[in-house]
């Protein structure tokens, strides 16, 4: 073998070659979610404004504290309590709720203990109410009350006459969920009234009979009731009566199905209508759409379509689609579970000879595979532990 020339060395020691090991930096560069080494904030002063905050959030807080208390000033200096009024982007008016400032009301007395305070709602509050004779009466029924597409086309018809009926007399609202004077029937009146919607959204109601109205308002209270709630029973029996055969007046003129009639075009995007018609369906049924249908509903239809679509069946085996080909079908079965060889020996009534055979051999019954596995089955009230 001939010796390497003095030229040739020199040309390959000049010539670059690569490296035979790479840095823990230049592999933490080469991803970009890698973060580089030289921070431009050093590790104490991250940490000091991940728990304080930086000097511009504090700057902001207090900020907002000085215009806090300077909009309770201003509330403080007005003559008569009159509340700010506003108006949203859909041009509806309401009125700010006043600011209570303990340092600036003299009247004001916080509480430091419990004693004195009313506590509703708890469990413990309702034993006490019970140890005292008194009977808890909750504002919904205890229990949801199911009803198909007619049926709630007809309650919410009796909701919206009685609504609409004191909106006309221009009652407060809230006074469709006060218990009922007497035993008064007022389905039987609100069945007779018309409801007509217009393209613009505002609805006209007309009845049968000019007394119907007159005695509608008559049983609903005008004065704050000692007893708020009404019990289960006159609920149950309004409900009943409500969705009873026969329906509103307006009935027969409207599509069949979940489809929604015409008069439930009329808008709810008033405030104080749209809460009282939920409230009210909450009272007579325990039912009330959730928040984002509640956010985006602008008509009755809308609610109307959500509480009439037919519950989502809980196991694949009680859909309507398997119903259906399981009477069409005779030799298909549908089971609600996974179904095991023991339940096709239960189907042909071996399986107790299997488990009493099981069990005069000292084999396991059910469970693990392996000899040294304990299985606990029940047999005639009693647990039988098998080694």
Same mark, same amino acid.
Not at 268 to 290: E, G, H, N, S, V
Not at 299 to 311: E, R
Not at 372 to 382: D, F, Q, V, Y
């Given at each position: *073998?001939?010796?390497?020339?003095?030229?040739?060395?020199? %040309?390959?020691?000049?010539?670059?070659?690569?490296? /035979? /090991?790479?840095?823990?930096?230049?592999?933490?560069?080469?991803?970009?979610?890698?973060?580089?080494?030289?921070?431009?904030?050093?590790? !104490?002063?991250? %940490?000091?404004? $991940?728990?304080? =905050?930086?000097?511009?959030?504090?700057?902001?807080?207090?900020?907002?504290?000085?215009?806090?208390?300077?909009?309770?000033?201003?509330?403080?200096?007005?003559?008569?309590?009159?509340?700010?009024?506003?108006?949203?982007?859909?041009?509806?008016? @309401?009125?700010?709720?006043?600011?209570?400032?303990?340092?600036?009301?003299?009247? @004001?007395?916080?509480?430091?203990?419990?004693?004195?305070?009313?506590?509703?709602?708890?469990?413990?509050?309702?034993?006490?109410?019970?140890?005292?004779?008194?009977? @808890?009466?909750?504002?919904?029924?205890?229990?949801?009350?199911?009803?198909?597409?007619?049926?709630?086309?007809?309650?919410? &018809?009796?909701?919206?006459?009685?609504?609409?009926? +004191?909106?006309?007399?221009?009652?407060?609202?809230?006074?469709?969920?006060?218990?009922?004077?007497?035993?008064?029937?007022?389905?039987?009146?609100?069945?007779?009234?018309?409801?007509?919607?217009?393209?613009? $959204?505002?609805?006209?109601?007309?009845?049968?009979?000019?007394?119907?109205?007159?005695?509608?308002?008559?049983?609903?209270?005008?004065?704050?009731?000692?007893? *708020?709630?009404?019990?289960?029973?006159?609920?149950?029996?309004?409900?009943? =009566?409500?969705?009873?055969? $026969?329906?509103?007046?307006?009935?027969?003129? =409207?599509?069949?199905?979940?489809?929604?009639?015409?008069?439930?075009? *009329?808008? #709810?995007?008033?405030?104080?209508?749209?809460?009282?018609?939920?409230?009210?369906?909450?009272?007579?049924?325990?039912?009330?759409?959730?928040?984002?249908?509640?956010?985006?509903?602008?008509? +009755?239809?809308?609610? !109307?379509? &959500?509480?009439?679509?037919?519950?989502?069946?809980?196991?694949?085996? &009680?859909?309507?689609?398997?119903?259906?080909?399981?009477?069409?079908?005779?030799?298909?079965?549908?089971?609600?579970?996974?179904?095991?060889? #023991?339940?096709?020996?239960?189907?042909?009534?071996?399986?107790?000879?299997?488990?009493?055979?099981?069990?005069?051999?000292?084999?396991?019954?059910?469970?693990?595979? &392996?000899?040294?596995?304990?299985?606990? #089955?029940?047999?005639?009230?009693?647990?039988?532990?098998?080694?």
């Amino acid at each position: *073998m001939r010796a390497a020339r003095p030229v040739e060395q020199a %040309l390959r020691l000049s010539t670059p070659r690569p490296a /035979h /090991h790479v840095c823990r930096n230049c592999r933490l560069q080469q991803f970009s979610t890698s973060r580089p080494v030289p921070a431009s904030e050093p590790f !104490y002063k991250r %940490l000091m404004t $991940g728990i304080f =905050g930086s000097k511009e959030s504090r700057e902001a807080d207090r900020a907002r504290d000085e215009r806090q208390q300077k909009k309770v000033k201003e509330l403080g200096q007005r003559q008569g309590g009159a509340l700010e009024k506003k108006r949203d982007r859909r041009g509806r008016e @309401y009125e700010v709720a006043a600011i209570v400032d303990p340092t600036e009301t003299q009247d @004001y007395v916080q509480a430091v203990t419990w004693d004195g305070l009313e506590q509703v709602g708890s469990e413990q509050w309702v034993r006490e109410r019970a140890d005292r004779g008194e009977q @808890y009466v909750g504002f919904r029924p205890g229990k949801r009350v199911r009803l198909d597409a007619a049926q709630w086309r007809a309650l919410l &018809h009796h909701v919206v006459v009685e609504l609409l009926t +004191l909106q006309k007399a221009k009652r407060a609202l809230e006074e469709a969920c006060w218990p009922r004077v007497g035993e008064s029937e007022t389905w039987v009146h609100t069945r007779q009234a018309r409801i007509q919607s217009s393209v613009d $959204g505002s609805v006209t109601m007309s009845f049968a009979q000019a007394e119907a109205e007159a005695t509608i308002l008559a049983s609903i209270p005008t004065r704050h009731p000692e007893q *708020m709630t009404q019990n289960a029973e006159a609920l149950s029996r309004e409900v009943e =009566g409500a969705v009873a055969e $026969g329906g509103p007046a307006d009935a027969a003129d =409207g599509p069949k199905g979940n489809i929604p009639p015409a008069w439930m075009d *009329m808008s #709810i995007q008033d405030p104080a209508l749209k809460i009282m018609l939920l409230k009210r369906i909450l009272q007579l049924t325990a039912q009330t759409p959730p928040t984002p249908t509640l956010n985006t509903a602008t008509t +009755l239809a809308s609610i !109307y379509t &959500h509480l009439a679509a037919p519950a989502a069946p809980k196991k694949l085996a &009680h859909a309507p689609a398997l119903q259906k080909l399981q009477s069409r079908a005779p030799n298909v079965a549908v089971h609600a579970r996974r179904q095991t060889p #023991i339940d096709a020996e239960r189907k042909v009534g071996r399986w107790k000879v299997i488990q009493d055979e099981l069990m005069k051999r000292d084999l396991p019954v059910t469970g693990s595979r &392996h000899r040294e596995a304990k299985a606990g #089955i029940s047999m005639r009230g009693r647990e039988v532990r098998i080694t």
